[in-house]
């Protein structure tokens, strides 16, 4: 039947035709979050994983066993910060361990099957990477991490079996980072913030103020720089946002399982460490309550953020 309404006739061969050119567009414009699979890469001469969302690059070194860099597809540029090579005071990237400190055979340093060994096995099924750390020391429980985007945040978990430990995460940043928290004044907490022991537990609550060389307070606002003086704060738990130059990275705390309600640290879980000239890096650190002393985990979530005049950040 012959069609005289005066509208074009869209056939199947058309229609075929049609399709052939939208899908490839339409591949194209998937969105930005979606992350892509782990792949084995090599990063500064070590064997590393590295998957892909929102533009930007997760890299975990089989070798140090742990994500040491978050990059910027586009320009290679390292949120994050790690030594060129693993001879130096740290190597850098996501350290986590199991507290307390005081637990440890040494005040200094972490048992070195968290901080000095190469993974024990790295897995990658698909989205998901699993890093297994070795375990000589029989003092301590097997850490686990896993690392996985989604929708353009790093979900980076830490899993051990055992104990009554809590979780250390540690994020290591560039000396130029300005480090954002707030401070919650209360009755016990005169100042909204308290300068944690490293070699053992709490023991009091401090009413230092902050040095002018290292902080800037406004309100509850509390802005925070490496200056060559090393100085490790505490706050209540919360997200963390740096400026890492042009760039923005925010660490919250995500999921918590098998923990007590006992917290270290009179659970001021949010914590900050600026360097000296020996240790060139700011950390910003994620703590959980102690564990029930069967199979615990935390996570945190680690958001990347590009200026907004940024053109990938409308993709996004």
């Known amino acids: 039947m012959k069609d005289t309404s005066g509208t074009p006739c869209f056939s199947c061969g058309n229609l075929i035709v049609f399709l052939s050119i939208l899908m490839p567009a339409l591949a194209?414009?998937?969105?930005?979050?979606?992350?892509?699979?782990?792949?084995?890469?090599?990063?500064q001469g070590e064997k590393a994983w590295e998957s892909t969302s929102s533009g930007w690059t997760a890299v975990v070194s089989a070798e140090r066993s742990r994500l040491v860099a978050i990059t910027d597809a586009a320009t290679g540029e390292n949120l994050l910060f790690a030594t060129p090579t693993k001879d130096a005071v740290s190597w850098g990237g996501h350290r986590c361990w199991l507290g307390p400190q005081s637990g440890w055979k040494a005040n200094w340093p972490p048992p070195v099957d968290w901080e000095a060994s190469a993974a024990d096995q790295v897995v990658a099924s698909g989205t998901l990477l699993t890093v297994t750390h070795p375990r000589t020391d029989g003092a301590f429980p097997v850490l686990l991490r896993t690392y996985q985007w989604r929708e353009g945040v790093l979900h980076c978990d830490l899993r051990w079996q055992g104990g009554r430990h809590h979780a250390i995460h540690i994020l290591q940043l560039p000396p130029w980072s300005l480090v954002h928290v707030r401070r919650a004044v209360t009755k016990d907490l005169p100042?909204?913030?308290?300068?944690?022991?490293?070699?053992?537990?709490?023991?009091?609550?401090?009413?230092?103020?902050?040095?002018?060389g290292i902080s800037r307070v406004d309100g509850d606002a509390v802005t925070l720089w490496h200056a060559n003086l090393s100085a490790k704060v505490a706050f209540t738990p919360q997200e963390i946002s740096a400026e890492i130059g042009k760039y923005q990275l925010k660490m919250r705390?995500?999921?918590?399982?098998?923990?007590?309600?006992?917290?270290?640290?009179f659970g001021l879980l949010t914590q900050v460490y600026l360097g000296d000239w020996q240790?060139?890096?700011?950390?910003?650190?994620?703590?959980?309550?102690?564990?029930?002393?069967?199979?615990?985990?935390?996570?945190?979530?680690?958001?990347?953020?590009?200026?907004?005049?940024h053109p990938a950040s409308a993709k996004q």
Request: aromatic fraction near 10%; glycine fraction near 6%; proline fraction near 11%.
């Open 253 to 265: 705390r995500g999921t918590v399982s098998g923990v007590t309600e006992n917290s270290p640290d």
């Open 28 to 43: 194209f414009d998937l969105p930005a979050s979606i992350a892509s699979d782990w792949k084995e890469t090599t990063w």
């Open 279 to 309: 240790n060139p890096f700011v950390e910003i650190e994620q703590l959980s309550p102690y564990a029930d002393g069967a199979g615990a985990a935390m996570e945190i979530l680690v958001e990347p953020i590009r200026p907004k005049h």
């Open 191 to 212: 100042l909204g913030y308290a300068w944690p022991q490293t070699s053992k537990p709490f023991e009091t609550l401090t009413d230092v103020v902050l040095p002018a």
